[in-house]
């Protein structure tokens, strides 16, 4: 049905019919009535029309050539008539006809531009639905443009007054989901349940997708079915639909989620972004990549890290395209995806896509060239390494020299200063970190290379061996500390008893104890579980963590452990040129693990120092009411709170921005964490996105599996399986099994027989300190903390990577 003969509307209700239950009608055309009314040839054709349609009442509507077009709606200019009798059907058409003629069309035609003639409508005669309920609905908001939603008016009866503006009705906002995200009922009952409104809404949504533009519905409600009375586009949004956009990201956490689990506040992310992005760009200089160019790619670098329902992602694409700067990047991929330590390479299209392979031979040899002198500036950086992290530790213990009270009295001006200062001689100097954990990456994976290849598994166990017992690894004394702590008061059972209860007093009837204790304290008072989240609480605020594993620790050892098979290098590795290169590789990964060890704890002190200029921020607020309370500052990003100090603020009313991402906090709490990896397409707009919840790691089937070998050692023990060390302690003897650990979980360490971890890496920090303390240890076991539960019996094989369930908890009560 074209629309120069039955006008707009006809038109677009003789589409609409072939798809929706539109009420039958027929159009009579503007040619078919002159002033006296229906032409004489029309009206045999009309009668005929009016029979088939049945008895009536009628809806007699104007249907102009140019109404409800994508630029004028003609809203209101035309007449409109309901309940008309098939007897008067006739006269109805020719009043709404000469509505073409008034004075309001005319000035209205005049003000969009349109031509002055006039412009007499087409008239559309439609059988009326006996309207229990009806409305308006636009399948996107006309005002701000949002298609993610429809607006639905709905009222008892028939909706002219609705649509007049003589009467208002209930509003409805729907979801993408068909749920109501908002309802304004003008009554005491809503006009629509929740499922009609569902089905208006997606009504309105199929009629946008087959016009190919935004739609506004006029609908009803009968005794029997919801009915389409008609649709034209929504003037104020146009009929330009966007371009699609497939701009492709992956996200993936599956290393970061060690240094920032769950849900992690603004501050945190906003601080960790900026330290993220200078810190590869300075790699990015070290491995030789001119500055113009990595300037030119700042924006990759500000954007290596995403927040997901509150959770840190790596951007994996903008990674693969920082590292793709790097000479050497096409040949060394899959070693600098190990560096990264993703769960899974990114596909080889992606990747040439990133990176194309190199065409020609002499594009390679200056590859290689440059590869070659980032080479020797590495074997350069290896001979400096010792004077580097020297300076790195001067500098770090100058800029930390004020002790932590003078920090809590400073103004707020000179809080900021003081983040300032840090900023400039450490974070944007990061140098001595940096350049050693390249350098263990190198080493670590040139040993592990070297001895599978010369010795297989027994090469790995025997390089495993021997990373064990430095002594010098820091991050192996806490344990130690608290072991010997719980030999203090193994025979003080009133003082074991009150240190569970998290009763600090108790350390008063012990002198030695509370001088051991605050000893502890100050040294790794801010070595926390999450350590790295700002919001986390150090142990100078709640030490309950490490009371409760002094009094585990002071709990007899139940675990029966066996011994490792022991090889001595020369059997593995006879050839002794051979031999030689493995004794020097193995040393040189063992001074780079402890290295990066050491280093963390050093990241752990400026952390720290960082966390308590926030919260003495954020008590200068609190006192000046901006904030309402001092951990609310963890609510704001950095660049907020240092343009609230110092001047440059964009928003005044801090208090309400810190309680609106106080409640967000609490609904992603609320829900379950996204995938490990998964890839969205498009802009990942805040709030639109939806994620599919974590579903369980996916395992062996049976009650032998493996996972990644860390630490040889046998060990049969019951199993404890935690979440959050703060609140949970492990017995002396038990296995620990945790989807992940951070250095805060080195009070639980103290006390375990083995460790097995759900996530993890040879140098993820669960391997280093198990191999460190001596115990056995699997790591990247997948699934394991939804296999296994507290109380089950384990067979825990280090050596051969292998974890047997031997009893279950209920099977172990039962036999007891």
């Known amino acids: 049905m074209s629309p120069a003969i039955a006008g707009g509307k006809g038109a677009a209700l ?128 006309p005002v701000s443009g949002d298609r993610s939603v429809v607006i639905v008016s709905a009222i008892v009866g028939l909706a002219d007054k609705l649509v007049g503006g003589e009467a208002d009705g209930d509003s409805y906002r729907i979801g993408s989901g068909g749920e109501t995200l908002v309802a304004e009922v003008i009554g005491g009952t809503p006009v629509l349940s929740e499922a009609e409104r569902g089905e208006v809404a997606a009504m309105a949504r199929r009629a946008a997708e087959q016009f190919r533009s935004p739609q506004d519905i006029e609908w009803a409600f009968d005794r029997d079915k919801l009915h389409m009375l008609q649709s034209r586009p929504i003037t104020t949004l146009g009929v330009v639909k966007p371009e699609a956009d497939g701009e492709l990201t992956i996200w993936d956490n599956s ?14 992310f906003s601080f960790a972004r900026y330290a993220y992005r200078h810190v590869y760009e300075a790699f990015s200089r070290l491995m030789g990549v001119p500055v113009q160019v990595v300037d030119e790619h700042r924006h990759v670098f500000e954007n290596m890290l995403g927040r997901v ?98 920090i809590d009295g400073l103004s707020a001006t000179q809080l900021a200063a003081e983040y300032r200062h840090l900023e400039q001689q450490l974070l944007a100097k990061w140098d001595a970190p940096l350049v050693n954990d390249f350098l263990c990456m190198i080493a670590f994976g040139a040993a592990q290379k070297a001895m599978t290849t010369w010795a297989g598994a027994n090469g ?26 719980g030999g203090m008061v193994r025979d003080r059972p009133d003082v074991v008893k009150r240190l569970a209860a998290g009763d600090r007093s108790a350390f008063d009837a012990l002198p030695e104890l509370r001088a051991a204790f605050d000893a502890y304290i100050a040294k790794f008072g801010d070595r926390c579980t999450q350590e790295l989240k700002l919001e986390s609480r150090s142990l100078h605020d709640d030490p ?54 050491n280093l963390r704890f050093e990241r752990t002190r400026l952390f720290g120092r960082v966390r308590r200029i926030f919260l003495a921020m954020g008590a200068r607020l609190t006192e000046a009411g901006v904030l309402s309370d001092p951990r609310a500052v963890f609510n704001l990003t950095v660049e907020e ?120 890496s040879l140098l993820s920090h669960s391997a280093i300190v198990a191999r460190e303390m001596g115990v056995p240890c699997v790591v990247s076991l997948k699934g394991v903390t939804q296999w296994l539960q507290t109380g089950d019996t384990v067979r825990l094989d280090g050596g051969v990577r292998t974890v047997e369930r031997t009893a279950q908890a209920g099977d172990v009560e039962q036999a007891g």
């Not at 240094?259 to 501050?267: D, E, F, H, I, K």
């Not at 590859?367 to 992290?389: C, F, M, P, Q, Y």
Request: hydrophobic content about 50%.
């Open 544 to 597: 309950a963590q490490v009371l409760m594993a002094i009094s585990a620790a002071a709990a007899p050892k139940a675990a029966a452990r066996t011994a490792a098979l022991e090889h001595d290098l020369h059997d593995l590795v006879p050839e002794l040129g051979k031999r030689v290169m493995a004794r020097w590789l193995l040393a040189w990964a063992k001074a780079r693990v402890r290295d990066r060890e």
């Open 14 to 141: 003789a589409k609409l019919a072939a798809n929706f239950p539109v009420p039958a009608f027929f159009v009579i055309p503007a040619e078919a009535i002159d002033d006296a009314g229906l032409k004489v040839e029309a009206r045999e054709e009309v009668r005929q029309a009016l029979q088939l349609l049945g008895r009536g009442p009628f809806a007699v509507r104007s249907s102009g050539r140019e109404e409800d077009g994508a630029d004028s709606a003609h809203a209101g200019q035309f007449e409109t008539e309901l309940n008309v009798a098939a007897g008067d059907v006739a006269a109805a058409a020719h009043r709404v006809w000469n509505s073409g003629f008034s004075k309001t069309l005319a000035q209205y035609r005049q003000a969009k531009g349109l031509s002055d003639a006039p412009q007499p409508p087409a008239v559309i005669v439609q059988v009326m639905v006996e309207a229990r309920a009806a409305g308006v609905a636009f399948s996107a908001d």
């Open 255 to 268: 290393n970061i989620v060690e240094s920032y689990p769950g849900v992690t506040s603004p501050l945190t």
């Open 641 to 760: 709170l240092l343009a609230a100090l110092e001047g440059a603020g964009i928003t005044s009313d801090l208090k309400a921005l810190a309680a609106l991402r106080e409640a967000e906090h609490r609904a992603q709490m609320a829900r379950p964490d996204p995938p490990e990896r998964f890839t969205v397409r498009g802009a990942h707009i805040s709030g639109v996105t939806v994620l599919a919840a974590r579903a369980a790691e996916p395992g062996e089937a049976g009650e032998t599996r493996k996972g990644l070998a860390c630490c040889r050692g046998v060990v049969v023990a019951k199993v404890r399986v935690i979440d959050d060390p703060r609140v949970e302690a492990l017995l002396p003897g038990e296995i620990l099994v945790a989807r992940h650990t951070d250095p805060g979980w080195i009070a639980v360490f103290a006390n375990a027989a083995g460790v097995i971890a759900e996530r993890g």
């Open 460 to 485: 790995v166990a025997f390089m495993s061996n021997t990373l064990i017992g430095q002594g010098d690894i820091v991050s192996a004394e806490p344990a130690r500390l608290i072991q010997a702590m």
């Open 309 to 406: 329902d509150g959770r840190i992602y790596y951007n994996l694409l903008n990674w693969y395209r920082a590292l793709a700067l790097f000479p050497g990047f096409k040949a060394n991929r899959k070693f600098m995806e190990g560096m990264m330590g993703v769960s899974e390479a990114l596909p080889q299209e992606m990747a040439d896509a990133i990176a194309p392979p190199t065409a020609s031979g002499t594009e390679r040899f200056f590859d290689n060239l440059k590869l070659a002198r980032v080479g020797l500036g590495l074997i350069w950086h290896e001979v400096r390494v010792r004077s580097t992290i020297d300076k790195f530790n001067d500098r770090l213990t100058v800029a930390l020299a004020r002790p932590d009270a003078e």
